[in-house]
Nanobody, 124 residues
């Protein structure tokens, strides 16, 4: 089992940047692919970005491509999400999740472990 804790959320003006971090503990972190998801009030949880177990492959939702960057450090057991050029529509609770490195993807059902989330609010 792995435990995940997100940090780095906050309030930022449109056009600004935030860096989210997901810290893992428990089983070997490199055994898992990791994804970031977000959920705005009244909306379903949606995929943001994912990274393979060793960081060789990354995937992004079209809505964040070119603005967000996902990275990981397996020695430190962390996955970061650098968010630039933030927009009000990026406002949501952001969650990191760990999943099977051979079957992860954009569907949240493909991830087994979840953090508690961190709030990101982008003001216009």
């Amino acid at each position: 089992q792995v435990q995940l804790v997100e940090s780095g959320g906050g309030l930022v003006q449109a056009g600004g940047s935030l860096r989210l971090s997901c810290a893992a503990s428990g089983r070997t972190f490199s055994s898992y692919a990791v994804g970031w998801f977000r959920q705005a009030p009244g909306k379903e949880r949606e995929f943001v970005a994912a990274i393979s177990r060793y960081g060789r492959s990354t995937y992004y939702a079209d809505s964040v491509k070119g603005r967000f960057t996902i990275s990981r450090d397996n020695r430190e057991s962390t996955v970061d999400l650098q968010m630039n050029s933030l927009k009000p529509e990026d406002t949501a609770v952001y969650y990191c999740a760990a999943g099977n490195p051979y079957s992860y993807g954009t569907d949240p059902r493909g991830y087994d472990y979840w953090g508690q989330g961190t709030q990101v609010t982008v003001s216009s």
